[in-house]
């Protein structure tokens, strides 16, 4: 009995094509159209983003290093040295007991 009541409740599925109206097949272009276009700026986009954060990892990382370098300085100042490099090198000053050679400019 089973095998009766499946076949009664298979149905038999008849597909017809018929031809569609050009309103329809307009409206069908044109989607496919806006979609390409959608599709297109999309990859602008996703491009110039992409470039906008590899730049952004550029200058992280730069500041990162300066970072690094102040921390340096600061792990420096501690010392005499440390104080006499900063003073000598940012500052053009010079030990008190140091003798000072210029050239001359023209």
């Given amino acids: ?13 008849r597909l017809e094509f018929r031809s569609s109206s050009n309103l329809l097949k307009i409206v069908v272009a ?3 159209v806006f979609s390409m276009a ?3 700026a999309l990859g602008w986009m996703h491009s110039g ?3 906008r954060t590899q ?5 992280a990382a730069a500041l ?4 690094r370098d102040l921390q340096e300085k600061i792990d420096n100042v501690d010392s005499v040295q440390g104080v006499q490099d900063i003073a000598r090198d940012e500052l053009g000053l010079v030990d008190p007991n140091t003798i000072v050679i210029q050239p001359e400019t023209e």
């Fill in 1 to 13: 009995m089973v095998p009766a009541v499946q076949e009664q409740k298979r149905k038999k599925i």
């Fill in 30 to 32: 044109v989607l496919i």
């Fill in 38 to 40: 959608a599709l297109l």
């Fill in 49 to 51: 983003l992409r470039e």
């Fill in 55 to 59: 730049a952004q990892k550029d200058a």
């Fill in 64 to 67: 990162e290093q300066e970072n």
